[in-house]
């Protein structure tokens, strides 16, 4: 069973910036993403990466956060810029197949 473990959360100011990692434990040729859940709101979609690279993102942060992966090292990444309030949240690693989730990792953007 693949397991998935996110780093880099953590406090940061309004307009700062954070770089989420979550690593594989063992190859994998999946799509894999970025959730988040804010408390009271429902988990949604930060951003996505196929094995290919092909990307898509969330409305909400489009032009602000960047999604990579590095296949070498089973690790997909979330450049976040700009932060805004409205980013706290439980960040999520997501792997498509087969539908393995992280532990999740707390992002939290305030003065």
């Known amino acids: 069973q693949v397991q998935l473990v996110e780093s880099g959360g953590g406090l940061v100011q309004p307009g700062g910036s954070l770089r989420l990692s979550c690593a594989a434990s063992?190859?994998?040729?999946?799509?894999m993403g970025w959730y988040r859940q804010a408390p009271g709101k429902q988990r949604e979609l930060v951003a996505t990466i196929t094995s290919g690279g092909s990307t898509n993102y969330g409305d909400s942060v489009k032009g602000r956060f960047t999604i990579s992966r590095d296949s070498a090292k089973n690790t997909v990444y979330l450049q976040m810029n700009s932060l805004e309030p409205d980013d706290t949240a439980v960040y999520y690693c997501?792997?498509?197949?087969?539908?393995?989730w992280g532990q999740g990792t707390q992002v939290t953007v305030s003065s």
């Open positions: 997501h792997l498509r197949v087969p539908d393995i």
């Open positions: 063992r190859s994998t040729f999946s799509t």
